[in-house]
């Protein structure tokens, strides 16, 4: 597991970092950052699939749907193309 973001202490928010981005943690550190509070940490990758999450695919043709009646717009062609770009961008990491 390769941490994207520092860990800080969860007592001492404002202090130096347990663990800096890029760190590689083992079991038994995460075992550790457990026993002294760690509720969560943010890792490299895409995210874990949450049940009742829908795929990208259907995310995509949902959206496709939404704006079908604006699709002569300018400005809604931008919104939708920028909307697709970020979805593909946060589930696919």
């Given amino acids: 597991m390769v941490l994207a973001r520092e860990v800080m202490r ?3 928010p404002d202090g130096p970092p347990l663990f800096g981005k890029g760190a590689v943690l083992s079991a038994s550190q995460i075992e550790r950052l457990a026993a002294i509070g760690v509720r ?3 890792v490299e ?3 874990v699939v949450v049940e009742g ?3 990208l695919d259907e ?3 949902r959206l496709e749907r939404r704006l079908s009646r604006a699709s002569r717009d300018p400005f809604m ?3 939708r193309d920028a909307l697709c770009r970020h979805l593909t961008r946060i589930m696919e990491g």
């Fill in 40 to 42: 969560s940490v943010v």
């Fill in 59 to 61: 995310q995509l043709r």
């Fill in 77 to 79: 062609e931008r919104l």
């Fill in 53 to 55: 999450e829908e795929p």
């Fill in 45 to 47: 990758g895409r995210p």
């Fill in 10 to 12: 969860p007592e001492k």
